[in-house]
């Protein structure tokens, strides 16, 4: 098993920055691929970013590209989501999503994040 916590999450004008952070504790040595999605009211959950834990390998969704950073400190079992030139429409709760074992997946609390002036 594999346990999430997410934070970081919070209020911040368009143009700003946040970074999330997700610690991993459990049978974290099994992870293989760690992500990040979030979900907006009323829309469908939705992958941002998802990064190898041994390769460092990244892919990133469209909308987010250029602007948000994924990436991993496999010492302290620990992804990150930077995020910068924050807009309105990047506002949703923010999941983290770990792949471990033989195909299992855990999932955080998920942590707000809300872009407003």
């Known amino acids: 098993q594999v346990q999430l916590v997410e934070s970081g999450g919070g209020l911040v004008q368009p143009g700003g920055s946040l970074r999330l952070s997700c610690a991993a504790s459990g049978f974290t040595s099994s992870v293989y691929v760690m992500s990040w999605y979030r979900q907006a009211p009323g829309l469908a959950r939705e992958l941002v970013a998802a990064i190898t834990r041994f390769e460092g390998n990244t892919n990133y969704a469209d909308a987010v590209k250029e602007r948000f950073t994924i990436s991993r400190d496999n010492v302290k079992s620990t992804v990150y989501l930077q995020m910068n030139s924050l807009k309105l429409e990047d506002t949703a709760v923010y999941y983290c999503?770990?792949?471990?074992?033989?195909?299992?997946?855990?999932w955080g609390r998920g942590t707000q994040v809300t872009v407003s002036s």
């Open positions: 999503k770990v792949t471990y074992g033989l195909g299992d997946v855990a």
